[in-house]
């Protein structure tokens, strides 16, 4: 089967083909759209002048530079760490203010009511450009006139602006998560690697008077091993009955992912801290563990008990992700809350 078969691209490469990820999927049918309305725009009479001709090849390479970042494959580390995303966006945002400057007076007209749509969105209604552009559209009976072109532009880029800040926060959200993941993986890995080269040290200390140690009599890597396997797998119990509270979202940041995904060398770690801390005295009446099940079943406990550290991190999550505006959240009330969507 030929390429071009197999991949239904057109004369503008659009649109996306197989094995592309969801938010890739989305971005590169609204490029489509955006390129038709340009190769649209550039087809009517009369021609467009010279002026607004470089404004349309600025919007061409505006949508090269979306497709080309939603077609990138040769960084894995930017794409997990969503700086595609970004640029993507960036650049679609960018052409949909372009295009707004060359639409001819005859579509202009109702353009003004999608202009408002993403300013309410992402604005607030005390924003001046917000406030002058619903004024003048009262005005003219919701028609955008040529007049106003300018300031709905600049309200336009303005909202995009304040999308963009909002999706950067989730962002770096994630990305904070996706580094606290991988250190703590590194570190709950690293005690396993500590028990197996010297038992004396991590393995010895989960072990109790009267030789109760997790695994056997005699301390060792493996014990390590088994009360990490306990905590991360009771976290992993615990984040399967959490899922309930967890919300979905239409980003492209695998935020609740990250958060679940976050427990589990929480989990282990707990188990296997709280276990020293059981052999150390620390926790009052509880000083001494009998038999390998029991310290097994208090790593368990432990294991469970990581998610009134991890509830804290889904709150914060959820805060951030309630901040990324789309057109399925009501808009805001002049008092500052959102109105419930239908």
């Given amino acids: 089967m030929s390429t071009r078969t197999s991949h239904p691209f057109d004369d503008d490469q659009d649109v996306a083909g197989p094995r592309r990820s969801p938010w890739c999927q989305r971005a590169a049918a609204h490029i489509a759209e955006l390129q038709s309305q340009l190769n649209r725009i550039r087809k009517m009479e009369p021609p467009l002048d010279s002026r607004d001709e470089e404004i349309a090849n600025k919007t061409a390479t505006h949508l090269r530079a979306a497709r080309s970042a939603i077609g990138d ?81 600049s309200t336009l880029l303005a909202a995009h602006d304040a999308e963009e800040t909002e999706r950067a926060r989730l962002r770096s959200f ?8 991988i250190v703590t993986g590194i570190i709950a890995g690293l005690f396993v690697v500590w028990g197996y080269v010297s038992p004396s040290a991590i393995p ?51 935020v609740p992912m990250m958060l679940m995904l976050l427990r589990l060398p929480v989990g282990a770690l707990s188990a296997l801290l709280g276990i020293l801390l059981i052999h150390g005295e620390f926790i009052p009446g509880l000083s001494n563990l009998n038999s390998g099940p029991q310290i097994i079943a208090w790593a368990i406990a432990f294991g469970i008990l990581q998610e009134s550290v991890t509830r804290m991190v889904d709150r914060q999550g959820k805060a951030v992700l309630s901040n990324v505006r789309g057109s399925e959240r009501g808009f805001e009330k002049p008092g500052g809350s959102p109105e419930p969507s239908e």
Avoid at 175 to 180: K, P, Y
């Fill in 73 to 153: 494959k040769s960084s894995t580390w930017s794409k997990l760490t969503g700086s595609t995303v970004d640029r993507a966006f960036s650049n679609i945002h960018k052409v949909e203010v372009k295009l707004l400057h060359l639409t001819r007076e005859d579509d202009l007209t109702w353009r003004g009511a999608v202009v408002l749509a993403q300013a309410r969105q992402h604005l607030g209604r005390a924003d001046p450009r917000l406030q002058l552009l619903e004024e003048r559209l009262k005005s003219t009976e919701n028609e955008l006139k040529p007049s106003l072109r300018d300031l709905a532009a």
């Fill in 174 to 181: 994630r990305n904070i998560l996706l580094a606290s993941v």
């Fill in 204 to 254: 010895r200390n989960l072990c109790f008077a009267g030789g109760a140690c997790p695994v056997g009599a005699r301390p060792g890597g493996t014990d390590v091993l088994l009360v990490e396997a306990a905590g991360l797998g009771a976290a992993a119990l615990a984040g399967a009955v959490s899922i309930r509270s967890i919300q979905g979202t239409s980003t492209p940041y695998s």
